[in-house]
């Protein structure tokens, strides 16, 4: 079923809309935006929701329906001011109508849409018009404030494990503004890069108070409880930003992670299946969805997923451990030494890969064999195999 209800506190026609928006990305990424369009008629009869729009809108343009995606943006923009003038700035790039693409992008600057530079720069979409005279005159003005421009700075110095340069940043950003949300922000982010998950939670949870609901806040506090071993803290956090409406699949995944891990098998079960309705053949649902089921006890259910996945990725060593992993725990030993010899014939240098095989092994009689495998494993730096070469292996 198409549409199912987020949570409690959106209307049952945001539920809707979220639901259609995600099934429909979903269909314009894997190439099908007729299928993608026609979806989003069918939302579009009964709420006329800005985002709607502008998903559409990406659909027409991968059709090249450049057009009706303008139509479209022009509609979102009604109902939510600002929300195409970005999609039209890309339309009209596309074109190579350098003047207006520029005129809806300095909307775009000057809206609560507003893009960051390096989006924009990275944009394919502005690659025809980007040797423009034009083009050039518009970047001499000054969009990005000094704070910003640092802020960027710290997301892309964090994300590259360059706390030093972070920090010199930070420091230099607290001389010229103090302390005010943006450079809690940045602390936070800080704070999480250098492992110091209960401080970046503190800050959050400040940042979050003063303004709640806040998306870039609260997936970072997510991703700091998840650090600080949190799991039930980070599926509520999960849970708000569902809640509120953010158009993002992949959040069902990440709370299906904190819900394993807090044992709430049915919980992670049920938002592996949404995901699975959007994106069916995903390969890290599937593997999480066999991983549940089998720590649930249902280990049948768990060979249905790994052996659906593996049928979909035959290349992948991981889909092979998977199924391998649980034909070992049901001490299947012929077919889980299959799964693993498949899943070393892709990468050999999983010494776990060659631990467990070589236990499969022995279990199975084949002692020698077994010991063969056992050696590689410690040829690979794999310890725990130690035992079983001094037991076994030695003569």
């Known amino acids: 079923m198409l549409v199912w209800i987020v949570m409690g506190g959106l209307t049952v026609y945001a539920q809707e809309a979220v639901a259609y928006i995600l099934k429909a990305k979903a269909l314009t990424e894997a190439g099908k935006p007729e299928q993608a369009i026609s979806l989003l008629n069918q ?44 999609g039209l700035s890309r339309i009209y790039a596309l074109k190579g ?35 423009r005279q034009e083009w050039r005159q518009f970047w001499k003005k ?27 940043v930070l420091s230099e950003l607290k001389k010229s503004y103090g302390s005010n949300p943006d ?59 569902l809640a509120s409406g953010v158009a993002d699949a992949g959040l069902y ?33 599937l593997s999480l969805a066999g991983k549940v089921e089998a720590k649930s006890g249902d280990n049948l259910k768990a ?13 992948d060593p991981v889909c092979y451990i998977d199924r391998a992993d649980s034909y070992f725990i049901s001490k299947t030993w012929d077919l889980a030494i299959n799964d693993y010899s498949m899943s070393l014939d892709l990468n050999p240098a999983n010494s776990d890969v060659w631990l467990n095989k070589g236990i499969s092994l022995l279990s199975s009689g084949k002692v020698d064999d077994a010991c063969h495998d056992f050696r590689m494993a410690f040829s690979l730096g794999n310890k725990r195999v130690t035992d079983y070469l001094s037991r076994y292996c030695i003569k």
């Open 43 to 86: 939302a579009l009869t009964v709420n006329k929701e800005s985002r709607l729009y502008t998903q559409r809108a990406d659909a027409f343009i991968l059709k090249g329906e450049y057009s009706a995606a303008i139509n479209d943006y022009n509609e979102a923009d009604k109902l939510t001011p600002g929300s195409g003038e970005y």
């Open 97 to 131: 109508d350098a003047g207006t693409a520029l005129y809806h992008l300095e909307l775009n600057m000057n809206s609560t849409f507003k893009k960051g530079e390096k989006e924009i720069l990275l944009d394919p979409a502005f690659s025809a018009i980007e040797n």
């Open 142 to 168: 000054e969009y990005y404030s000094m704070g910003e421009k640092s802020i960027s700075e710290i997301e892309y110095y964090t994300s590259a494990g360059k706390l030093d340069e972070s920090k010199d």
């Open 183 to 241: 450079i809690q922000y940045a602390e936070a982010l800080i704070e999480l890069a250098s492992g110091k998950y209960p401080d970046a939670i503190k800050t959050i949870t400040s940042l979050n108070a003063s303004n709640p609901g806040n998306e870039k806040y609260l997936r970072l506090l997510a991703k700091a409880q998840t650090g600080a071993s949190d799991p039930a803290g980070a599926s509520s956090s999960y849970s708000q930003l």
């Open 253 to 285: 995944i990440l709370r299906a992670e904190c819900y394993d891990k807090t044992g709430e098998s049915d919980k992670a079960l049920s938002d592996i299946t949404k995901y699975l309705e959007i994106y069916p053949e995903n390969r890290t649902a």
């Open 303 to 315: 060979l249905e997923y790994f052996s659906k996945n593996l049928k979909l990725h035959p290349n």
